[in-house]
């Protein structure tokens, strides 16, 4: 009984942890600045819509918004597109030279992205490419393709590779049995890994201060806009940070039930 109480306080202690400064910043965005600015934190106020209102009248925000979604959407597409195929080969197939490919996918998440935004912004400038969605989309293929292949592969080893045989038997060809077999099954990892590709988009600054001027900038991007050397609207930034984790959110909640068995599923065989 001490041992459950004991562990039950320890997760409440690690949710309040996590949740709270996404609290604060909800709580925050519905604040003046006085309020917001208050020492001790003030508790107990009048909510106000303003910051929401002057954030959305700002079309730079609303334009942002957009763009981030239009580049989270589509590089996650492309992404789960092009992986889910490569991480069948790597999961059911044995070839020359596997162990260096699955390397490789994992190694480009090893690589800090500041090392490469300078040789990627000179490559982006010769090719015109510039302050528009599909750099972006083509950059953060780099990182979302190998985490789509890392938890996909992993998915399809888990499913009994005699249900492929009885397939063969029954005279399905590869295709068949990847679209029928692998593609339902493996639908919790590639809907996690759908996930991450989907947050790492949105959320990812570094790529996007570098790479976009005034036409394509994310709301990461301008968010940090806000701030300058006389003064920090707080409100408006709470508000801006709250309606850049929304979408992310709502994302999450609606593929949730693939999410743990995802996660899992593979991890024991």
Do not use: C
């Amino acid at each position: 009984m001490r041992g459950k109480l004991l562990h039950a306080i320890g997760l409440a202690a690690i949710v309040v942890f996590t949740l709270f400064p996404f609290l604060w910043m909800v709580m925050a965005s519905f604040k003046t600045q006085a309020d917001i600015l208050a020492s001790p934190p003030v508790w107990f106020f009048t909510p106000t819509l303003q910051n929401y209102v002057d954030i959305f009248a700002d079309t730079k925000v609303s334009g942002s918004i957009l763009n981030s979604l239009i580049v989270a959407t589509l590089s996650t597409l492309l992404s789960v597109t092009l992986a889910t195929p490569a991480a069948f080969a790597l999961a059911r197939y044995d070839f020359r030279g596997k162990s260096d490919l699955w390397f490789w996918f994992i190694s480009n998440r090893m690589t800090s992205p500041i090392v490469l935004a300078l040789p990627v912004y000179l490559l982006a400038m010769y090719m015109n490419l510039l302050d528009t969605h599909l750099v972006l989309i083509l950059i953060y293929l780099t990182f979302n393709i190998p985490i789509v292949v890392w938890i996909v592969t992993d998915q399809f080893k888990s499913i009994p590779p005699e249900l492929e045989q009885a397939a063969r038997l029954d005279g399905a060809d590869q295709f068949t049995i990847f679209r029928k077999i692998y593609l339902p099954l493996g639908a919790p990892g590639i809907a996690v890994s759908a996930i991450f590709s989907f947050i790492f988009s949105w959320n990812e600054l570094l790529y996007a201060l570098v790479l976009t001027r005034r036409n394509v900038q994310t709301a990461p991007v301008v968010a940090t806009s806000f701030m300058s050397g006389y003064e920090l609207p707080w409100g408006k930034i709470m508000a801006t940070g709250t309606v850049i984790v929304l979408p992310v959110t709502i994302f999450a909640l609606i593929v949730s039930r693939h999410m743990v068995r995802g996660l899992t599923m593979g991890a024991t065989k």
